[in-house]
């Protein structure tokens, strides 16, 4: 189902933008060591699509809880993925 172009180019434009930003933020962290070097591209891909889906199930359904919930979840796991220190 789609929304339109007008919606697709938008979401589009917003999610390169986004991505750009996590992209830059990894691509530094590995630059001054904080982090193994890695595929910050395919990084933070896995990270956008994380993000979304719980996003859409909170869209949904309410649940998890964005704040007390998906955060405090989300984070390490997106952290360890990078093997970032904890």
């Known amino acids: 189902m789609s929304l ?4 697709q ?3 589009l434009e917003v999610h390169g933008r986004f991505a ?3 992209q830059g933020y990894l691509d530094d962290a590995v630059a001054e060591g904080s982090i193994p070097p890695l595929d910050t591209r395919v ?4 990270w956008l699509g994380a993000v979304n889906e719980v996003v859409i199930q909170w869209l949904y359904s309410g ?3 964005l ?3 998906a955060v405090p ?4 796991l997106l952290l ?3 093997g970032a220190a904890q």
């Open 4 to 7: 339109g172009p007008a919606y």
């Open 9 to 11: 180019s938008k979401r």
């Open 20 to 22: 750009s930003l996590i």
């Open 43 to 46: 990084a933070t891909l896995a």
């Open 63 to 65: 649940r998890p809880d």
């Open 67 to 69: 704040m007390t919930e």
């Open 73 to 76: 979840a989300l984070t390490p």
């Open 80 to 82: 360890r993925s990078i």
